[in-house]
């Protein structure tokens, strides 16, 4: 998820080493696929050959970066013997090294809507039909990438500093009367700050798009005066932790840090902004493509999505992994079935075909 | 070299009109006069400040001194993020100033400081006052102790004293200092931006926010570019006042 870099210890690439000779170790895989590594660095994968020794991933970082490398990447390594390196996610830098034909980068993460342009550019590859297709990731897109994660765009709030009234909608988000005090914002990502002020002002969820962005601003004109604005998701987090701001809204996963910190805080589940997919997808002219794909249909299974899930609270695009999951981290979830039901569901497609506007409309609003 | 780039960027996106029109855009209109109010006013504050703390320095003694000399470098050494985080630490709603002045009973709820153009002015101060207090000091070292006691001895009240002997000596490294911090001040980018907030825009943080956020590179050169030539022209100016003030000092 784009900007959630913040949320950790920025990390040097790392490489992982040993990888082949852990390979010839692996433990019995949770998946069909074959372990093995042949002395020559060569390898298998579900009985397809793979060469390449090393993948370089491109991702955001942060915490969700240290959270895949336990459930997903080591596993991976261990299992197949390649390692992967990291890189930082950058979409158009990903477009700078495709269109000059020398990606350095194999695999790169990214947001749903960021992805549906790649597509139609030809960015990244149409993955082989053996790669595991991920059925929460959109029909239109899933013969291009397979599913990272679901995450939420939400309210937060100290349950030890709201006296009285707390926040139940994003009316109540600008309902300064009856809910005094500051609200974080970020002010370096637009995503979700109009279709909230729509929802605000009113606006059936279903009529949200397209979006009236003069509305949206205006009613976000409003708020101006009560809003303290974070550089980061991460500086929002600090707010709220501080007590400088009575809300936040920022990612879901960002309140159970606090709590997670034993700080009281509770999620508002009611009108989540749910960004249902981000993706995992292979560069075009990739130079380890055969090992991205081998990573692709490994990040795709229920179990590592599973495992994920638990380590930090972003929804599986497998919809399989929910069924492997416990109640109690459900509930920590932007997919369960109680928070689907009462989530608004962002269009990542609409907000590809408007991301320039959609931008460009914040940031001029940002600068007042 | 990055100055050559930097016009070709700009010629090329923006064209004649484009420059002007960059430079007329109230935006930056309104981020240069915050910038230019702001630098002028971080660099008097700083001069006077910076005056007091360089004679501190020159007159203590013992463990004074080296306290004196441990604050200003402890606050040169320590990175400039942290500093100005530590700005944001204090003036954030229920940050330490207001529950300060909370428990004084001053105010009963919050200042809401931060991300005002005020909340830039304290930061920036802290940051400078090291760039002014080490060239006066330097002058004022120069400074003979036996000339302070002939004044004294010929009878001189101290604030002649201060006129006629301490202020010559002292003038050329206020002069380097005040410009220095001036300087400094137009193009910071750190402290207006965390304390500031992203509504309240100077000339370096308009600049970043055309470059990483509207993309607009052209604009960002243009503007860019615009600063390197005042700070430029600046310079210029300051040097001929130097030596001006050198050769009225020698005669």
Not at chain 1, 94 to 116: C, K, N, Q
Not at chain 1, 127 to 132: A, I, M
Request: net charge neutral; glycine share 8%.
């Amino acid at each position: 998820m784009r900007n959630e870099q913040q949320a950790g210890v920025t990390r040097r690439d790392v490489l992982r080493t040993g990888g082949v000779a852990l390979g010839a170790l692996s433990l019995p895989s949770l998946l069909s696929a074959c372990g093995s590594s042949s002395s020559s660095g060569s390898t298998h994968y579900k009985g397809h050959a793979v060469r390449s020794d090393r993948i370089v991933l491109a991702d955001y970082g942060g915490a969700v970066r240290d959270a895949s490398q336990k459930a997903m990447y080591d596993p991976f390594t261990k299992q197949t013997g390649i390692r992967i390196t990291f890189a930082d996610a950058d979409v158009a830098k990903l477009r700078l090294m495709v269109e000059s034909r020398h990606p350095s980068w194999d695999i790169m993460v990214a947001d749903g809507f960021d992805t549906y342009p790649l597509i139609r550019d030809r960015l990244i590859q149409r993955l082989p039909t053996w790669v595991t297709r991920n059925d929460l990731v959109p029909a239109d897109a899933q013969d291009y990438a397979t599913g990272q994660n679901a995450y939420s765009i939400c309210q937060g709030f100290r349950t030890d500093q709201l006296k009285g009234k707390t926040p139940e909608t994003w009316a109540d988000f600008f309902d300064v009367e009856r809910i005094p005090g500051k609200r974080a914002i970020p002010s370096n990502v637009p995503f979700g700050v109009p279709e909230m002020a729509l929802l605000a002002d009113g606006v059936k969820p279903e009529n949200i798009y397209p979006l009236d962005f003069d509305r949206a601003y205006a009613k976000m004109d409003e708020l101006r005066p009560h809003i303290l604005f974070g550089d980061s998701y991460g500086a929002c987090q600090q707010f709220l932790q501080a007590g400088s701001v009575a809300i936040a809204m920022i990612p879901n996963g960002r309140f159970y840090d606090l709590q997670v910190r034993g700080i009281a805080t509770e999620t508002v589940w009611n009108e989540a902004l749910l960004f249902a997919w981000s993706s995992t997808a292979v560069l075009t002219g990739a130079p380890h493509s055969d090992a991205a794909f081998a990573l692709n249909d490994y990040m795709a299974q229920p179990e590592p999505q599973a495992e994920l899930a638990k380590l930090i609270p972003y929804g599986p695009n497998n919809s399989k992994a929910l069924d492997l999951l416990d109640q109690d981290v459900l509930d920590r979830l932007p997919t369960s079935r109680e928070h689907l039901q009462i989530a608004f569901r962002i269009d990542e497609q609409e907000l590809a075909n408007i991301q320039q506007e959609y931008s460009d409309r914040f940031t001029k609003w940002i600068a007042g | 070299m990055p100055l050559v780039t930097l016009a070709t960027r700009a010629i090329h996106d923006k064209g004649a009109s484009g420059i002007g029109h960059t430079l007329t855009d109230p935006l930056f209109e309104q981020a240069v006069t915050r910038t230019l109010v702001l630098a002028l006013t971080v660099a008097v504050i700083c001069l006077l400040l910076g005056t007091l703390y360089a004679l501190a320095l020159v007159t203590a003694k013992g463990p004074v001194k080296a306290l004196l000399w441990g604050a200003l470098l402890v606050s040169f050494w320590i990175s400039l993020l942290v500093r100005t985080y530590g700005w944001v630490l204090l003036l954030q709603p229920n940050g330490v100033l207001d529950k300060t002045l909370r428990g004084l009973g001053v105010i009963h709820d919050s200042l809401n400081a931060l991300q005002t153009t005020p909340a830039m002015y304290p930061g920036m101060v802290h940051i400078m006052l090291p760039y002014m207090v080490l060239p006066i000091y330097t002058s004022l070292a120069a400074l003979d102790p036996s000339q302070l006691r002939a004044a004294r001895s010929m009878g001189a009240p101290p604030l002649l004293t201060f006129r006629k002997v301490i202020l010559p000596q002292l003038r050329p490294g206020a002069i380097a200092g005040a410009i220095l911090v001036f300087v400094l001040s137009l193009g910071f980018f750190v402290t207006p931006a965390f304390l500031g907030g992203p509504s309240k825009l100077t000339v370096g943080t308009i600049i970043e926010r055309e470059f990483n956020s509207v993309y607009d590179f052209g604009a960002a050169s243009v503007m860019s570019l615009a600063l390197v030539f005042v700070v430029l022209a600046i310079y210029l100016v300051a040097d001929r006042l130097f030596r001006v003030g050198e050769h009225w000092t020698a005669g």
